[in-house]
């Protein structure tokens, strides 16, 4: 019912994480009343994104500028013996708001829920190993949402982890099963962070 340049949008849009074909085609239809000027200025956005923004090679967080390293990873006053491995880049914001954590972050795709291994490769569990193995690390909280697949993730990377001998923790308890870390308020957090174990 849709002309094939509105359906092509609303199938580019549904893609999106949370957006749905309703959501999606609301989108396309808001942006058809928009003028000539605030759509240039979409677009280039968008296509700057790929061309400014990076991935941090040590942790996979988005940063823009020079180097190859992100602004945490690059910050002398962050404990490099630490490394705090989460699910997606948005839960770094939550952690760093307790003020609590003064580690390194690691990055993850999301979860598994199978072992198969093109699963394991897609999460970037390999690239933590080789993180985790550096002498100066002690410690790494695998600090993943309380859901099934965050707890079936949690344990395939303690296993993984173990034969390096290093402290490997998860957050205490308080945060509520199912809970993500993005929707956690600060003092659950921060005591969860403090409580690991
Ligand atoms: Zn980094």
């Known amino acids: 019912m849709y002309s094939p340049q509105i359906r092509k949008l609303i199938d580019l849009f549904s893609k999106f994480p949370t957006v749905g074909p309703r959501t999606a085609a609301r989108f396309v239809f808001y942006l058809l009343r928009l003028p000539k000027e605030e759509i240039q200025e979409l677009t280039s956005a968008i296509s700057d994104l790929k061309e400014k923004v990076k ?3 040590f942790c996979f967080k988005s940063f823009e500028g ?3 390293l992100c602004e945490i990873c690059r910050d002398p006053r962050r404990d490099k013996s630490l490394i705090c491995a989460i699910e997606k880049e948005i839960d770094l914001i939550p952690v760093e708001r307790t003020k609590k954590y003064q580690g390194l972050y690691f990055v993850l795709v999301g ?6 291994r093109e699963d394991i490769k897609k999460i970037r569990a390999e690239e933590l190993l080789e993180r985790a193995n550096k002498p100066e690390v002690k410690e790494i909280i695998l600090a993943l949402n ?3 697949e965050g707890e079936a993730t949690v344990l395939y990377l303690e296993r993984l982890l173990k034969p390096l001998n290093k402290k490997i923790t998860r957050l205490g308890r308080g945060l509520p099963v199912g809970a993500e870390l993005e929707y956690a308020d600060e003092e659950t957090l921060s005591s969860a962070l403090e409580g690991r174990k």
């Open 55 to 57: 991935l941090c090679e």
């Open 66 to 68: 020079e180097g190859e």
């Open 111 to 116: 979860t598994i829920s199978t072992l198969k």
């Open 146 to 148: 309380p859901t099934t």
